[in-house]
Nanobody
Framework: QVQLVESGGGLVQAGGSLRLSCAAS????????MGWFRQAPGKEREFVAT????????SYADSVKGRFTISRDNAKNTVYLQMNSLKSEDTAVYYC????????????????WGQGTQVTVSS
């Protein structure tokens, strides 16, 4: 069992930056691939980024490539999402997720989910 808690969301102007964190409970964090997803009002949850167990492999949605960076610190049981050059269309609730499938981009491929953190980008 893994519990995930996101933090770091907030209100930011377009062009600004935020760093999201996702802290995991349990001693098996390093066994899980981690992902970030987001969901805007009235839209389906969509893939943002994923990172493999060691942190050496990453994959991004085209919409965030070059602007967002996913990373993890297995010693701290934490995964991060650095978001730069934010746009109004990045406004959403952001969720972190844990699963066993490397480079998974579909929500059903993840087992554990956090409660989400709101990111609002004003134009």
């Amino acid at each position: 069992q893994v519990q995930l808690v996101e933090s770091g969301g907030g209100l930011v102007q377009a062009g600004g930056s935020l760093r999201l964190s996702c802290a995991a409970s349990g001693r098996t964090f390093s066994s899980y691939a981690m992902g970030w997803f987001r969901q805007a009002p009235g839209k389906e949850r969509e893939f943002v980024a994923t990172i493999n167990t060691s942190g050496g492999g990453r994959s991004y949605a085209d919409s965030v490539k070059g602007r967002f960076t996913i990373s993890r610190d297995n010693a701290k049981n934490t995964v991060y999402l650095q978001m730069n050059s934010l746009k109004s269309e990045d406004t959403a609730v952001y969720y972190c997720a844990a699963g066993y499938t490397t480079y998974a981009i579909r929500p059903h491929e993840y087992i554990y989910w956090g409660q989400g953190t709101q990111v609002t980008v004003s134009s």
